[in-house]
């Protein structure tokens, strides 16, 4: 079956980022394709174009944006290393936080088109780059569905 994608990726991304930096835990600024080198840093990466999963007749669809969150430490021994990916752990719990009646309660709020549904974790949150610096990088990997709601 054939992917079709749409430009649904830079008004999420730009929602996620600011909804990823209302999270009272994050130990420092959730930046856009910009991971610091210097210190604990945090970025968010699209990974892919948004793709239409389902469409309907009236120009409607259900979408999905996959993004990863990243965080760089300094790896001065394990304590260091289970910190970081502790960190992306509570962060997809806080992000897949449901109600009583299973409904997500923390997702971001995208603008009048698009509407969050659910956002999955796709990946156990595991190291993704180690440098000579002895500094390291981790990595969660997320999928976003939404509703696009033709006008």
Not at 82 to 105: I, M, P, Q, Y
């Amino acid at each position: 079956m054939a992917k079709f994608y749409t430009n649904d990726g830079p008004y999420i991304a730009e929602a996620m980022k600011n909804h990823l930096n209302a999270w009272p835990k994050k130990p420092c600024e959730i930046r856009l394709e910009d991971l610091q080198k210097d210190g604990v840093s945090m970025m968010l990466q699209q990974l892919a174009n948004a793709e239409k999963r389902r469409p309907y007749i009236d120009g409607s669809y259900l979408g999905v944006w996959s993004f990863a969150v990243y965080v760089h430490i300094q790896a001065e021994d394990t304590a260091a290393r289970l910190d970081a990916t502790g960190c992306l752990w509570e962060l997809a719990e806080w992000l897949r936080e449901k109600d009583h009646s299973g409904n997500f309660v923390r997702l971001p709020v995208i603008d009048e088109q698009r509407q969050a549904v659910k956002i999955d974790l796709t990946n156990t949150p595991s190291i993704a780059a180690r440098y000579e610096d002895d500094s390291e990088d981790y990595q969660a990997l997320f999928e976003l569905e939404y509703k696009f709601h033709r006008r």
